[in-house]
């Protein structure tokens, strides 16, 4: 039925495509059995929105008649021309991570095998991302203000290969110790700083406490430095390693001025907090 769409150019009668009305009790059949938060849509790019009826259709009923009308958020994926333009937030194409913030919700979709979004018993070990490019590419899209969806392909009979496992494992063992510098956080007021292979969350005080700055640094500085260009430090300002407990710092050009330097422990192998990045909670920091 959709080829025989396609071959005519998409220039099907809504009302009495079969396949439309079959996709449409579909997805309604979705919504109400699991009343999902979120509707993903993809496979959308070779007809305008106008031909899935997606607006008219299925997102009116989603958001004004639906069981989850006032909660679910949904996607850009429905029909050329709808993606990075509309839906409850932006994905605009595969592995999406903008050079700066954007001002309303996007997602980066990413998948751990780098040629494949699905299963394949023929992969080689360099097409999948290691467990550092993992919690990398987290760190980069949360300072950003996304949100990172993380797609592993399962096999025939559901199971997850090893080295996903061992990869999101790696990543949950991370978010352990540094998860306070990702979860509900926003974007600083400035997001990195490339010399120093940092990038910045910051993490409103709960209960009228004060906010932190977290300077996640994804290179350990030979020196046993961090030097950080940005933050403007006070008296009242702390440094605390996460995973560790309070560092040392100081200023680089004085109190009241941007720039500080914190000395960083030393560890004997196998002690450090965790692997891959590390994160710096500074607190009264401007």
């Known amino acids: 039925m959709y080829l025989a769409d396609k071959a005519l150019g998409f220039n099907t009668d809504l009302n009495s495509s079969a396949f439309l009305q079959k996709t449409f009790g579909e997805l309604k059949d979705l919504v109400e059995r699991y009343e999902p938060s979120l509707f993903w849509s993809d496979g959308d790019w070779e007809a305008p929105d106008s031909y899935w009826n997606a607006p008219a259709n299925f997102l009116a009923w989603l958001v004004n008649e639906s069981p989850v009308k006032d909660t679910v958020v949904f996607n850009d994926r429905w029909g050329q021309g709808d993606t990075c333009t509309h839906g409850s937030y932006?994905?605009?194409?595969?592995?999406?991570?903008?050079?700066?913030?954007?001002g309303r919700k996007w997602e980066n979709a990413f998948t751990l095998d780098l040629d494949s979004?699905?299963?394949?018993?023929?992969?080689?070990?360099?097409?999948?991302m290691t467990t550092a490019a993992v919690v990398t590419t987290v760190v980069e899209t949360v300072a950003l203000g996304g949100n990172a969806l993380i797609n592993v392909g399962p096999s025939h009979d559901g199971t997850i290969d090893p080295i996903f496992a061992d990869r999101l494992l790696g990543l949950g063992k991370w978010l352990q110790v540094n998860g306070p510098a990702i979860y509900s956080t926003t974007p600083w007021r400035v997001q990195n700083e490339t010399a120093a292979s940092v990038w910045y969350t910051t993490t409103s005080g709960g209960g009228g406490g004060a906010s932190l700055v977290n300077a996640i640094f994804t290179s350990w500085p030979p020196s046993g430095v961090l030097s950080l260009a940005i933050p403007v430090s006070s008296a009242a300002t702390t440094a605390t390693l996460l995973g560790y407990g309070t560092v040392m710092w100081a200023p680089l050009?004085?109190?009241?001025?941007p720039g500080i330097?914190?000395?960083?422990?030393?560890?004997?192998?196998?002690?450090?907090?965790?692997?891959?990045a590390w994160t710096i909670a500074l607190s009264n920091i401007a």
């Open 261 to 276: 330097k914190v000395t960083l422990p030393t560890f004997s192998p196998g002690n450090a907090p965790c692997l891959d």
């Open 117 to 128: 979004w699905g299963y394949r018993r023929n992969g080689k070990y360099d097409a999948y």
């Open 90 to 102: 932006w994905t605009c194409d595969d592995r999406y991570l903008p050079s700066k913030t954007q």
């Open 253 to 257: 050009n004085g109190v009241g001025a």
